[in-house]
């Protein structure tokens, strides 16, 4: 099945920093979804993004198919923009359910 | 997009004893899913569940151990049968409208 990778594992900020997260992807997909996970648990969903750019406030994020990867952006970060953010796909061929990458845990600190 | 809410929010439960997982949707949906996420890890597909149909479950997961239930279009259940402390999870339902959407999730802890 699809591998996805994500980079960095782990990654601390500051309040008002920018971040690039990145997902690696081993197929051609047809579903590609950023979520982010809160302290509680929730997931969130981000981006519903196979390909193209979208942005929502202070998120955007970038689908490369082509070359099999996703990046999110965040800018100007909060301490509520802590938590894991995971990035999840499905192959162009393969069944309906995610893949999950094992996350980027961002903590920004105040 | 449609609300999914879950029951229990979280148990605590003894070993070899079972929990059945209950998941609602606001809409009618075709596919459901079943997730695992176990302690400081990613999620993982347990199961697809379509109404009308068996369960499809992925490798690494049985149907003795994780029977699933999905009697109409709004509603399904994950059991998980003879639980041991490695069951220690948060169960997750995710339904999908183009895109897919996950309940709070069961937080599940096994003594």
């Known amino acids: 099945g699809i591998q996805v990778e994500q980079s960095p594992p782990d990654l601390i900020l500051q309040e008002g920093a920018n971040s690039t997260l990145r997902c690696n992807f081993s197929?051609?997909?047809?579903?590609l979804q950023w979520f982010h996970q809160n302290p509680w648990g929730q997931l969130i969903n981000l981006f519903y993004?196979?390909?193209g750019t979208k942005q929502n406030g202070r998120l955007s994020a970038t689908t490369v198919a082509t070359e099999r990867y996703s990046l999110l952006y965040i800018s100007s970060s909060q301490t509520t923009d802590s938590g894991v953010y995971f990035c999840?796909?499905?192959?162009?061929?393969?069944?309906?359910?995610?893949?999950f990458g094992k996350g980027t845990h961002l903590i920004i600190q105040p | 997009s449609a609300v999914i809410s879950q029951k229990p929010s979280r148990d605590i439960c003894q070993r070899g004893t079972s929990l059945t997982i209950q998941c609602q949707v606001d809409s009618q949906v075709t596919m459901m899913f079943w997730y695992r996420q176990q302690p400081g890890q990613s999620l993982t597909l347990i199961a697809t569940a379509n109404q009308g149909s068996e369960a499809t479950y992925e490798s690494g997961f049985v149907i003795d151990k994780f029977p699933i239930s999905r009697p109409n279009l709004t509603f399904s259940t994950l059991t998980v049968s003879n639980m041991s402390p490695e069951d220690s999870s948060i169960y997750l339902c995710?339904?999908?409208?183009?895109?897919?959407?996950f309940g709070p999730g069961t937080r599940l802890t096994v003594l």
């Open positions: 197929d051609s997909v047809n579903n």
């Open positions: 999840a796909a499905i192959s162009g061929g393969g069944a309906d359910g995610l893949t």
């Open positions: 993004i196979p390909s």
């Open positions: 995710s339904v999908e409208e183009g895109k897919q959407f």
